[in-house]
């Protein structure tokens, strides 16, 4: 498995602000992403953080709405900008491990807009 | 589209007896499925999983089944414990190396005494 922490675990934060989540692992890691789980719903892959590169965006979510930063193999950031209360979700972030293919969530991080 | 649809929001079973959670999925390109068990305030932890190459996977108490004719899986938990109750979401993955992962809607678990 993998620890994964991130921060902040919950926030409230007012429209039009922005809001950077931290996503650590105990060790490196090759692939990690980041879903979204809004009220009542499942999760949904926003993206997959790449290091060193641009992060690979989802059909319907975008880099200027949710910049992604993956400067090392263990460690990522999620920015969700400009937010408004549609923006309320979970945000969890995800490591691979491989063999087998499995992948692991850290605690998530509780956005409410207001 | 719903690519992985779970169609019970929820589940109630009595203490020792056997949980039975379906899942049903379209995509015939999935070549991975993971269960993933969660509680309020938590991540997904992963449970158990199963290529889709194989008919059946079993880890204690837990058991998936898979029927690729059908598009159609199911997780066994034997026998079901009160600290099993949570809501248990079914996944997906798309092949070809993008280790992207489809999710259901989950079911709510309620095991009771």
């Known amino acids: 498995s993998a620890v994964i922490s991130q921060k902040p675990s919950r926030d409230i934060c007012q429209r039009g602000t922005s809001l950077t989540i931290q996503c650590q692992v105990d060790?490196?890691?090759?692939?990690m992403f980041w879903y979204r789980q809004q009220p009542g719903q499942s999760l949904t892959l926003i993206a997959t953080?790449?290091?060193?590169?641009?992060?690979?965006?989802e059909s319907g979510f975008v880099i200027d709405k949710f910049p992604i930063s993956r400067p090392n193999l263990t460690f990522s950031t999620l920015t969700v900008s400009n937010m408004s209360p549609e923006d309320s979700s979970i945000y969890l972030c995800?490591?691979?491990?491989?063999?087998?293919?499995?992948?692991?969530f850290g605690p998530g991080t509780r956005l409410t807009v207001l | 589209d719903q690519q992985v649809k779970q169609n019970s929001p929820s589940l109630s079973v009595q203490e020792g007896r056997i949980s039975i959670l379906n899942c049903d999925y379209t995509?015939?390109?999935?070549?991975?499925f993971l269960w993933y068990k969660k509680y309020p305030a938590e991540g997904p932890t992963f449970l158990i999983s199963?290529?889709?190459?194989?008919d059946k996977n079993e880890d204690g108490r837990f058991t998936v089944f898979l029927n690729k004719s059908a598009k159609h899986l199911s997780l066994h938990i034997v026998p079901s414990q009160p600290g099993d109750s949570a809501v248990y979401f079914c996944a997906a993955r798309v092949g070809g190396g993008y280790n992207k992962l489809i999710f259901g809607a989950g079911t709510r678990l309620a095991v009771h005494p």
């Open positions: 060790s490196q890691v090759t692939m």
């Open positions: 995509n015939s390109m999935f070549d991975y």
């Open positions: 995800s490591v691979l491990r491989i063999a087998p293919d499995t992948q692991y």
């Open positions: 953080a790449n290091q060193g590169s641009e992060a690979t965006y």
């Open positions: 199963i290529s889709s190459i194989k």
